[in-house]
């Protein structure tokens, strides 16, 4: 049987399991893809999928970092590995600012960039649960002189279309307006006139702008702001003490870490720029790392009394096929055999395994996380610079993880002996240092 077809069969027993708890919520409502309903397959760790946890060398990782950070390499970054619902690690590297160099600890304050969508799917998803709103919620019922170029468009445009990138609209509508520091209403008056590449709920196509009229719907829905809602119903209930929303929110934090970009062989450092905080859903979460780990507790469903394991389900369920983000990247064209974008999360076949996962930049500031349901794993770093350097960590504990040889994305001297010695490690466990992961196969 082919990888995809093992995959769906996989996904449809799970689904089954969970069916009655999902039905159970009446405002739990199915998203829509082209017109059909579409099954909810859940992904978090509560699921029989889970394996027993593998030794994972912890030290190993935050040496790690601790390198990618030494002699300036990279100005600071911090890390968060969680498992089975603890926190293994989750601390900081590096400096705030090279100008001003105190150092980078776990409630050190990042911008998270785009990993902020996933706490806008969230939000939705808890006022669903409590019949506020529903997926298939049309943006009109809440923002009636919302147009879009397409006669009736507007109209069948839903939350979960908005959340899961199936405006119509054509990839990243107006953000070099938002990088001239547009103001975030005019341009979303302006979407009327802004070209579509189809029919709302049909194909996918990444926004920043069109995905925060999820914000205007949340507003209109409890006479909140939205920025109060995820505060009251994630922040605090999470014990996310040190997260914060805008640039007012970041500065104002007791420690936090500047951006910084290249100027000439070293690091500069900047001030924030406003631009993509007038985009709060998509882009305006400050948060430590501290903080992300309670996030990923909670994403890994091990805090069902603030987030269910039927909402999780909805949450990571894959809405629309992404095959572009298994060409970006050497990790994601050597592992990635499918990709797909669920409801502020995106979901990877990660050569055979299920990962969700999330990337974030913004000037000055890059992250990433991922959850692995199957090993109840959990792994996010931010760092406050423009290299691409940390990125290479995540499918390192990942492969570990799941056993996978080959594949040694730690090359650079920059990354330290240890690096060297985790992939001497591997190639004497496995007969030629051959790569694994080609032969493991789907999940039961």
């Known amino acids: 049987m082919h990888e995809r077809t093992l995959r769906q069969v996989w996904r449809a027993g799970l689904i089954a399991s969970l069916l009655p708890l999902a039905l159970g919520s009446s405002a739990q409502t199915t998203p829509q893809w082209n017109g059909r309903p579409l099954q909810m397959a859940?992904?978090?760790?509560?699921?029989?999928?889970?394996?027993?946890?593998?030794?994972?060398?912890?030290?190993?990782?935050?040496?790690?970092?601790?390198?990618?950070?030494?002699?300036?390499?990279?100005?600071g970054m911090a890390m968060a590995i969680v498992q089975g619902g603890q926190v293994l690690s989750a601390r900081g590297y590096g400096v705030t600012d090279v100008n001003n160099p105190q150092p980078v600890d776990a409630h050190?304050?990042?911008?998270?960039?785009?990993?902020?969508?996933?706490?806008?799917?969230?939000?939705?998803?808890?006022?669903?649960?409590?019949?506020?709103?529903?997926?298939?919620?049309?943006?009109?019922?809440?923002?009636?002189?919302?147009?879009?170029?397409?006669?009736?468009?507007?109209?069948r445009l839903t939350v979960a279309d908005i959340l899961s990138h199936r405006t119509g609209l054509e990839r990243n509508t107006f953000d070099r307006d938002i990088e001239r520091n547009a103001d975030y209403h005019v341009l979303t008056a302006e979407l009327a006139g802004?070209?579509?590449?189809?029919?709302?709920?049909?194909?996918?196509?990444?926004?920043?702008?069109?995905?925060?009229?999820?914000?205007?719907i949340v507003f209109a829905a409890t006479g909140r702001f939205y920025s109060e809602a995820v505060t009251s119903r994630?922040?605090?209930?999470?014990?996310?003490?040190?997260?914060?929303?805008?640039?007012?929110?970041?500065?104002?934090?007791?420690?936090?870490?500047?951006?910084h970009v290249r100027s000439g062989s070293g690091w500069s450092s900047q001030t924030p720029k406003p631009t993509y905080y007038r985009v709060a859903p998509?882009?305006?979460?400050?948060?430590?790392?501290?903080?992300?780990?309670?996030?990923?507790?909670?994403?890994?469903?091990?805090?069902?009394?603030?987030?269910?394991?039927?909402?999780?389900?909805?949450?990571?369920?894959?809405?629309?096929?992404?095959?572009?983000?298994?060409?970006?990247?050497?990790?994601?064209?050597?592992?990635?055999?499918?990709?797909?974008?669920?409801?502020?999360?995106?979901?990877?076949?990660?050569s055979g395994h299920d990962v969700i996962f999330h990337g974030g930049a913004v000037q000055g500031y890059r992250a990433v996380i991922a959850m692995l349901p199957e090993r109840d794993l959990g792994v996010v770093i931010l760092w406050n610079s423009e290299s691409a350097l940390p990125s290479a960590l995540l499918p390192t504990i990942l492969d570990d993880a799941l056993g996978i040889q080959g594949g040694e994305w730690l090359d650079d001297p920059s990354y330290g002996p240890t690096a060297s010695a985790i992939y001497a490690r591997r190639r004497a466990t496995t007969p030629n240092g051959v790569d694994s992961s080609s032969s493991r196969a789907s999940p039961p």
Request: hydrophobic share 45%; aromatic share 8%.
């Open 194 to 216: 802004a070209p579509m590449q189809c029919e709302p709920g049909t194909c996918y196509a990444y926004q920043n702008v069109a995905f925060s009229l999820i914000g205007d």
């Open 234 to 259: 994630i922040f605090k209930p999470l014990g996310m003490n040190d997260a914060s929303y805008g640039l007012e929110g970041i500065t104002a934090s007791a420690r936090w870490a500047r951006p």
């Open 282 to 350: 998509a882009a305006g979460v400050n948060a430590s790392v501290s903080d992300m780990a309670q996030w990923l507790i909670a994403q890994t469903g091990h805090r069902p009394d603030v987030l269910p394991a039927p909402l999780l389900a909805t949450l990571h369920a894959p809405l629309v096929e992404t095959p572009g983000e298994t060409k970006v990247a050497s990790w994601r064209r050597s592992r990635l055999t499918a990709a797909s974008y669920a409801l502020g999360w995106r979901d990877y076949n990660y």
């Open 42 to 75: 859940p992904t978090n760790p509560a699921t029989p999928a889970v394996q027993p946890p593998v030794r994972l060398d912890i030290a190993d990782y935050e040496a790690i970092a601790a390198a990618m950070t030494a002699d300036g390499k990279l100005p």
């Open 108 to 155: 050190t304050v990042f911008r998270l960039a785009s990993l902020s969508k996933a706490f806008a799917a969230t939000v939705t998803g808890l006022l669903v649960n409590d019949g506020v709103l529903r997926w298939d919620s049309h943006l009109t019922d809440y923002v009636p002189a919302f147009r879009m170029s397409q006669p009736g468009a507007a109209e």
